[in-house]
């Protein structure tokens, strides 16, 4: 792996995106386009690295104390994979196979568990059956069948970029306001399938969400119901994968948006450090981290942790103003809640081999289990 971006290097990288933008200082001290009257919290005179607790003006009650690691747990392995997918996978008890004892056309019912026509069994859930002896190996593509019995459900990556091209994400909101900004149309060459939503008041339903494996949440336009919201929630905890960024300008609207969404689920982004600049290198070992070291963080925001006794929350990542990069476990589903919007620019994961890594850590890991994730 590559070491040689230290800070000074990213920090001339982002010298000359500020300077092609016309920008004074992008997103750390300009104003940006936003003229909010409610930006709070510029960068606070604390230089000694503790987190206080959230007195801003967010109106997320939930957002009380910056002492992030207090709730952090060791990251589980074993969340349970989503169910009815397969349906038809293991209907090899007709085949013309082992059996051929006596009677050609066994009468008798094999010891099979999984009844062959049932209401869509739940033939994943136990990682067996769907590789069993009688699984008949096919070229896998995406159709919600494991169709080469490895065990996972549409692991089809042709390009061999380490992303699976049978991911379906949603990106909410509007790209960051880099000039280059080419985020969708990278992961589509990935061969993910990728629409961008949510850019009006039409509401989030059911239906959109289950249309979707990964939602990211880029620069929000709105703030969510409580309706929304829950349906966001039960959708994660069922399987889905949420990731958020933020800092795409420095007002209130990055901490109020994304946490009308997020909060519910015990994470919130916190301003009362104001917007902070990285590079992030303090990183724990963990799935979303293989290969980092050093990731690019220019006018971001830290993360409080709230242990509401369902997500089993993992620091990641961190700065010295608090938690910049949290995993958390939620039932069949993952968040990954990350501080910052910088990794989402082209000159982020077109120069620099970690960024990529990043993103491909980052997908796999919020792929649903069993489904769509490839050998690194
Ligand atoms: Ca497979
Ligand atoms: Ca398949
Ligand atoms: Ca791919
Ligand atoms: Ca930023």
Known sequence: MTTWFGPLPALLGAAVLVAACGNT????????????????????????????????????????????????????????PPTSTSNGTMTSTSDPDTTS????????????????????????????????????PTEEVCNDLDDDCNDIIDDVDV??????????????????????????????????????????????????????????????????????????????????GLMSMTGHTNNQTVVDRPNSIISSMGLSYNASQGFFSGPVTNWTPHPLTDGITSVSFYGGLYVDIVDDGVGMNTVVGTLPQGPVAVAQVRNDGKLFIFGDEWIEFDSEWQQIPQIKQFWVNILAYLSPQNFCTVPQ
């Open 25 to 80: 200082n992008n997103n750390v001290t300009a104003s940006a386009s936003g003229t909010d009257s409610d930006a709070t919290a510029g960068p606070t005179s604390m230089t000694d690295g503790t987190i206080t607790g959230g007195t801003d003006s967010d109106s997320d009650s939930n957002a009380t104390e910056g002492t992030g690691s207090a709730s952090m747990t060791s990251l589980p392995t074993t969340g349970e």
């Open 159 to 240: 390009g061999g970029d380490g992303i699976c091209d049978c991911l379906d994400i949603a990106l909410f909101g509007n790209e960051g306001a880099n000039p280059s900004a080419e985020f969708q149309t990278w992961l589509e060459a990935q061969g993910t399938q990728v629409d961008r939503i949510s850019l009006d008041n039409t509401p989030i339903t059911q239906e959109i969400l289950d249309s979707y494996d990964i939602v990211i949440l880029d620069w929000l336009v709105r703030t969510y119901s409580p309706e929304e919201t829950a349906l966001i929630k039960a959708w994660v905890e069922g399987g889905g």
């Open 101 to 136: 004892t006596t009677n050609p056309v066994s009468t008798t019912e094999p010891v099979d568990t999984t009844t062959t026509l049932g209401p869509d069994t739940t033939s994943t859930s136990d990682g067996t059956t769907t590789t069993g002896p009688d699984c008949i």
